[in-house]
């Protein structure tokens, strides 16, 4: 049995992205709900599985449940950082497929911006690596920024323009937080924080929040807009702690990637446009390379001079990305609703022509939870 | 000694030795894998056997940062990954040595110093011998 084609996404909204003044996370996530529910032409009374993660709310399911008034049958709140959201959907397809639920919703939101100016995390340093005070997760990438150019070579070039190409899909996106033009010299001139990264190497500060509605296939076509099947999901944990990684420049996108397009029974090559979690530059280099995109050690290659940027050869982060877009701490969901909006055709002056076959990509962690989610029209069934 | 004893944990017994001077780490009696950081059972072999060795101390930088702050603040530090000979790899810092001059393949060998909070780590220096 194959979750192949079993669900779809059949609404999908954000909320609250850059600043959302005097709004709590979970007021900017059930403000997602709502506007999720609408775009799926679903009532809330019908929802009866939730899914969501937080990142200081321990408890964020039971919240959840308790703000939108729902009993409902089951509530998911595994939590495994960024990714958490693209491990929801599977749960979500195995609820559907054996009809233990009907109607799914994911969901997530956070104020770190306005609340806070930094990333809100409830996380502390681990027990061994609190004496030499990293950064965290700062100085966890930049080890594996490091690892990556001694071990390939890859250079400071190339990163930049990592930073470049989201900011030149920012431009293309009106939704997005900062669409100021970036060249490569801006990146690296910008503050150095952890060797080898810079400011402009990490993802932005912000609010948001962004909400799915899942339903079984059959039920797909019952909504307003067109479904979005989940054709694939793969997961890969290596670790928790960077120093704990096994090799910092193979992460656990190598399993996920492969199980995901596996159960899709896709290649890189079919893929028309791709939103990898890109906490930092380095991020989406490693992903590149893991998924199958070019080969292990050539995603510096792979990126440099506008290999991902409008017009490149391969369509990465349309929306800006978590470098240029939205960053409110845990971006998996951002990923998804990108690729709704991709393959519903919804995406404005940055439509990729034709897009039918979407990848997915969160990251949790410190590079240690990788979830995969291929996503497809209703041709690609 | 093994790794489910009825008083402490390893990460008690860790720390107790550290804060006596002695870095030990844990080497399962079942596979002979050395084990960092210390666990209650070998992520190679799932064996509850494991006692404490001493490494050789020495090591091989894997990856190096440094974390830039303000000289009013402190200034710039660097953390490192080093891997030691034992086959393990642990989160450190080297002393005595320019932080620029830090970077992967640099042989390292370690001592007992202070960490960040003045508790007592394991830290590197460069191997004059060898560099």
């Known amino acids: ?381 | 000694m093994t790794g489910m004893q009825k008083d402490q944990g390893p990460d008690a017994v860790f720390a107790a030795k550290l804060a006596e001077g002695v870095f030990e780490i844990q080497k399962c009696n079942g596979c002979g894998a050395h084990v960092f950081h210390p666990r209650v059972i070998c992520p190679a072999c799932g064996s509850a056997d494991l006692g404490w060795v001493a490494p050789t101390g020495r090591g091989t930088i894997y990856a190096r940062t440094i974390v830039r702050r303000k000289p009013e603040r402190g200034g710039d530090y660097n953390v490192v990954l080093v891997d030691l000979e034992e086959g393990v790899r642990m989160m450190a810092r080297v002393d005595g040595i320019a932080h620029d001059e830090i970077a992967a393949g640099l042989q390292v060998s370690a001592s007992i110093a202070e960490g960040a909070n003045g508790e007592p780590a394991v830290v590197f220096r460069p191997e004059r011998g060898a560099s």
Request: hydrophobic share 40%; charged share 20%.
């Open chain 1, 1 to 381: 049995m194959s979750l192949r084609g079993k669900a779809a996404i059949v609404g999908a909204a954000l909320a609250g992205c850059g600043e959302a003044h005097g709004k709590s996370a979970m007021e900017i996530t059930v403000e997602a709900v709502h506007g999720a529910l609408t775009d799926a032409g679903v009532s809330l009374g019908d929802v009866d599985a939730i899914a969501t993660c937080q990142p200081l709310d321990m408890l964020s399911g039971l919240t959840l449940a308790q703000e939108l008034g729902l009993n409902p049958k089951f509530t998911m709140n595994n939590r495994m950082g960024g990714s958490s959201f693209l491990s929801h959907t599977l749960w979500a397809a195995m609820l559907l497929e054996l009809r233990l639920a009907d109607t799914v919703l994911i969901c997530y939101g956070s104020n770190q911006r306005t609340a806070s100016g930094k990333l809100m995390t409830a996380l502390g340093l681990p027990t061994y690596e609190a004496p030499y005070k990293p950064l965290f997760p700062l100085s966890s990438y930049a080890l594996a920024a490091d690892r990556h150019m001694t071990q390939f070579g890859t250079t400071r070039e190339q990163l930049a323009d990592v930073a470049v190409a989201a900011r030149a899909w920012a431009q293309k996106n009106p939704e997005a937080f900062i669409r100021d033009p970036l060249t490569r010299e801006d990146v690296i001139a910008s503050r150095l924080v952890s060797d080898p990264l810079r400011v402009r190497d990490c993802c932005l500060v912000t609010d948001g929040g962004g909400a799915i509605v899942m339903r079984r296939a059959e039920a797909a076509k019952d909504h307003p807009k067109p479904p979005v099947y989940l054709l694939g999901g793969g997961e890969g944990t290596t670790h928790r702690d960077i120093s704990e990684m096994p090799d910092l420049t193979v992460t656990g996108a190598a399993q996920s990637g492969a199980s995901a397009m596996g159960m899709a029974g896709v290649k890189p090559a079919d893929i028309d446009v791709v939103q990898l979690y890109d906490a930092f530059t380095i991020n989406v280099i490693l992903f590149l390379e893991d998924l199958g995109f070019c080969k292990k050690g050539e995603g510096g290659a792979f990126v440099e001079n506008g290999g991902i940027a409008p017009g490149g050869h391969l369509p990465v982060n349309t929306n800006g990305g978590g470098l240029s877009c939205v960053h409110p701490g845990m971006y998996g969901i951002f990923t998804l609703v990108e690729a709704v909006r991709q393959l519903r055709g919804e995406a404005g002056d940055r439509q990729i022509a034709g897009a039918e076959l979407a990848l997915a990509h969160g990251n949790g962690g410190v590079l240690s939870s990788q979830v995969t989610n291929i996503l497809g029209t209703e041709s690609t069934l």
